[in-house]
């Protein structure tokens, strides 16, 4: 971490001022040290060059495990491709100039998919992950000045309110325990005129025919190698069932959704045989391996960004279900 990333951080139990102590600096990072909060007297500790205010073992155990194995697979400068670009700014509806030399939250980083693309928009990023995703984040984009990268709780955020410009959270919040709760957390994270998008996986009847959720129960409660090893050893002939599935006329792009593998070929041609093979393990175990998978429609998506206070909310279907809203005033919503 930086010395001046003690401007945007706080204690997140009481929000006072945090300092620091017992650091070891390389270059102008600092390397560990211990962050103690003025107030209430909690520590926290920087462990390489990233503070951690959570326990190194907790419910996203597993995506750390994931994001570390895969730490470069969805990267645009791994893939060369601009499929995360693609669908961050379609996502968001933000454009590069509005976010350069703004201030942006990542909720959920993972490797950094997302966060390399605000930081090729001139965004100065703090990319924020439960797990320790936030070392692949780190070791993939950790050269870059303006990224700060923060091992914390979303329920829990470390930060002084109302700090950013833009907060996303993309491809997260049904894998938290509280969705509607995470959403509040993040609104109170806006400046005025700050604008938030989330997705969240769409709650469908047609979710009750697909196989993820026949076998997630079982699935998820795998050690994550093991776990791993079973993905990888099923995808090659999965993938293959899928190709011919999709090729069946009029219903074959749906029926392929009834085996159980993600196949990107008809919405990514652009990646080769191999990135598909890799993409296809990855969001595989990512299906079958979070602890929680709380899919939401898109009323409950827009009530809960207006019980936050946000206006210019808009919620629709894209792939998944997407939610934008703007913080046009100070008063913080309802809990």
Request: glycine share 6%; charged share 20%.
């Amino acid at each position: 971490m930086k010395r001046s990333d003690l401007t945007i951080l706080a204690c997140p139990h009481c929000h006072s001022d945090l300092t620091v102590s017992d650091s070891h600096e390389i270059a102008g990072h600092i390397e560990t040290a211990t962050l103690s909060c003025q107030a209430c007297a909690r520590s926290y500790q920087v462990v390489n060059s990233i503070p951690r205010f959570v326990p190194s073992a907790n419910y996203a155990t597993n995506f750390g495990f994931q994001w570390n194995t895969f730490s470069k697979t969805q990267l645009d400068s791994n893939t060369g491709a601009p499929i995360s670009r693609e669908r961050f700014f379609r996502s968001t509806g933000w454009t590069p100039e509005e976010m350069s030399g703004k201030w942006v939250l990542d909720v959920g980083c993972g490797a950094g998919r997302f966060a390399e693309i605000a930081l090729s928009a001139g965004a100065h990023v703090v990319a924020l992950d439960y797990s320790s995703a936030v070392d692949a984040c780190f070791t993939n984009l950790g050269h870059n000045v303006n990224l700060s990268v923060i091992q914390a709780d979303v329920y829990a955020l470390p930060f002084k309110p109302e700090l950013f410009d833009f907060v996303y959270c993309l491809g997260v919040l049904q894998h938290t325990p509280d969705p509607r709760a995470a959403v509040h957390a993040l609104s109170k994270q806006l400046k005025v005129a700050g604008q938030i998008t989330v997705d969240v996986y769409p709650s469908l009847w047609l979710n009750l025919l697909w196989p993820k959720y026949w076998l997630r129960p079982l699935a998820k409660r795998l050690d994550p190698q093991r776990l791993l090893t079973i993905v990888k050893c099923l995808t090659p002939g999965l993938l293959s069932l899928s190709r011919l599935v999709s090729r069946i006329p009029l219903v074959g792009g749906k029926l392929r959704w009834f085996v159980p593998v993600v196949n990107h070929e008809p919405n990514f041609p652009q990646l080769s045989a191999e990135q598909i093979r890799q993409w296809a393990v990855l969001d595989t175990f990512d299906m079958f391996s979070p602890a929680y998978d709380k899919p939401q429609t898109t009323k409950m998506m827009s009530t809960w960004l207006l019980e936050t206070g946000l206006e210019d909310v808009r919620v629709f279907r894209w792939r998944q279900n997407i939610g934008r809203a703007r913080r046009l005033n100070t008063v913080s919503g309802k809990n």
